[in-house]
């Protein structure tokens, strides 16, 4: 389960992340890129968390 999450939070961020590129090469247009970055700020805010546990001392 923990490794369906970490899948899920890396989709997401790479979603925040790539799209800019792409923009700035001219293949996206801006209203693609903000839903992109939306959803991809959702899927990791979303999983995230629950495999990010703190250990404390």
């Known amino acids: 389960m923990k490794i369906l999450l970490k899948v899920i939070s890396y989709i ?25 970055m939306v959803i991809g700020m959702m899927l990791w805010f979303a999983a995230s968390p629950f495999w990010m546990d703190k250990k404390t001392s």
């Open 12 to 36: 997401g961020l790479a979603l925040t992340v790539v799209p800019a590129f792409l923009v700035a090469s001219g293949i996206l247009t801006l209203d693609t890129h903000k839903l992109l």
